[in-house]
């Protein structure tokens, strides 16, 4: 018997409060069923527990593979985006996973964790109450559009470190520079590839065994005997609680495995069996029908992101103040 969800697990916060800025640490329960032995905790980041020093910051850091940050949550909203790699961001209400042309706003006071698929560039733009007019009032994934990736490379070359700090000679430019970023993200669209969670313990069982074997192949019909509810009510709840239909659900997770697994080198064919198609052409078909473009033109996408290089300020000697 495959092991259930503990949704009894009791949990408990760490406080951090700073002023105005809040950082509370959520220990003990994970957020979803995917933490698996070879992760490894790393906690959030330094200065996203010191507090913003400004009303929009941006911060960027390096996570190594399975690099995992624990679940946490802050007075300021947050938008998580990996110039490099593929990230896993989860949060109460699903999961999702993060390509280079996508990102992820999380909202203040939403507990949220993320898990490096791959080395990953993250880049992470902070934005105090003041700042959040016009976003989404939940979590949501959005799309990163080829002139907002250079704008967040142009403002990633200017920070020297985790801690966001910026030579003064450039702080002015910079503040604008991030404003322009915040205005192209908030009238960025929206992209339906969230892995929203359900409620119910019978639909858990379902999607556990799912999240455990994207392959799998059983219908709801096959599934009312083992969890002891109709097809037509597991249909229903299903629809109700996540949004979308048994089909589309495991048709979601099976892109979200596929966008995993085509990052880390893995050919079509391979992943189209993988996740239990007959054929590289079924799973193409599907890939299109949610993502827009076929698995190879993605790849080739993934290999060509804009590159720039901002020489005038690698040719400054940049002065860094040490945080204490």
Request: net charge positive; charged share 20%; aromatic share 6%.
């Amino acid at each position: 018997m495959r092991k259930r969800l503990e949704n009894t697990k009791r949990s408990f916060d760490i406080k951090i409060t700073l002023g105005d800025n809040t950082l509370s640490q959520v220990t003990d329960t994970p957020l979803s069923q995917q933490h698996i032995t070879q992760h490894t905790q790393v906690a959030p980041s330094r200065l996203a527990a010191a507090g913003l020093s400004a009303s929009i910051m941006l911060l960027k850091r390096t996570l190594m593979p399975y690099e995992h940050v624990q679940r946490h949550r802050h007075s300021w909203g947050q938008v998580i985006y990996a110039s490099q790699g593929v990230l896993s961001v989860i949060t109460p209400a699903g999961r999702y996973i993060v390509p280079p042309e996508q990102a992820v706003w999380v909202p203040p006071f939403v507990d949220h964790e993320v898990i490096a698929l791959g080395q990953v560039q993250l880049s992470s733009l902070y934005l105090d109450d003041t700042q959040i007019g016009g976003f989404p009032p939940d979590c949501t994934c959005l799309s990163v559009k080829p002139v907002l990736q250079l704008l967040l490379q142009e403002a990633n070359a200017l920070m020297k470190s985790e801690a966001g700090l910026i030579d003064p000679d450039f702080k002015d430019s910079v503040m604008r520079l991030l404003m322009v970023i915040r205005d192209f993200i908030v009238l960025a669209p929206k992209v339906a590839l969230d892995l929203p969670y359900p409620r119910d313990k019978k639909l858990l069982r379902i999607t556990e065994a799912l999240l455990a074997d994207p392959s799998e192949q059983r219908t709801l019909v096959d599934w009312q005997r083992e969890v002891g509810a109709s097809a037509r009510t597991l249909a229903r709840l299903f629809k109700q609680q996540t949004g979308l239909s048994y089909s589309q659900w495991l048709q979601r997770l099976r892109l979200q495995v596929a966008i995993q697994m085509l990052s880390r080198g893995e050919s079509v064919l391979t992943t189209a069996l993988s996740l239990g198609y007959a054929s590289g052409s079924a799973f193409g078909y599907m890939f299109r029908q949610l993502m827009g473009v076929a698995p190879s033109q993605y790849l080739l996408a993934q290999n060509t992101l804009p590159k720039i290089q901002c020489q005038k300020y690698k040719d400054k000697q940049l002065q860094i103040k040490v945080m204490s």
